[in-house]
């Protein structure tokens, strides 16, 4: 008797103590189509929790492991499948900003000076992606590039950073943030706001 075998209760039938033993197989099945060692053991976990119930319909215990091979092919190709659906709206959120408009430059410079200041408080990653987005003009696909990081990420970065950014002008300049910092009278208070977000 394997070890595996020896840690199932006697009733336990031969097919689910044969999946106990093929247990490193299994894994290393998963990790090869992965990459990753934790979700494959996440994915065999969760695997082993849905496909245990439904051994009562398998023939035999040979039956059992190639069954619970397809099994774990649905499964990955199910991980795959939710990669990609949030890949690709993430995708769509970079290609969303991307296509935003481009305020003119009229609109760009009657902005409140302190916004600039402001988003030098915001985290590094975050004051870099809207200096050169929001500032340089940038592409966020081409942010990203530069960044080393996909464009979904590109994406949320730029996102949270707006957020963060909003947050500080809102702290620093109150009301006048309302209403647009088109008449910034916030000159003396935005140096008292350097708290980072």
Known sequence: MTEPDRDLAPETPAAAARLVANHR???AFLQARV????????????????????????????????????VLRNAVIDHQRRDAAASRR??????????????DSETRGAVCRCVGELADNLKPEYAE????????????KDYAAEAGITAGNAAVRVFR???AL???????????????????TCAGSCGDAKTPT
């Not at 039956?63 to 397809?70: C, D, E, K, L």
């Not at 992606?129 to 966020?140: Q, T």
């Open 25 to 27: 197989r299994f894994l």
């Open 35 to 70: 990459g990753s060692r934790a979700l494959a053991e996440d994915i065999l976990q969760e695997a082993f929790v849905r496909g245990l119930g439904k051994l009562d319909g398998l023939r035999d215990e040979e039956s059992a492991v190639a069954w619970f091979y397809r």
């Open 90 to 103: 993430l995708d769509a959120l970079a290609a969303e900003l991307g296509a935003a408009a481009e305020p």
């Open 129 to 140: 992606a809207l200096r050169r987005i929001e500032l340089d003009g940038l592409a966020v």
């Open 161 to 163: 950073a707006r957020e």
């Open 166 to 184: 909003r947050k500080q002008v809102m702290r620093s300049c109150g009301t006048c943030a309302e209403h647009g910092c088109l008449d910034c």
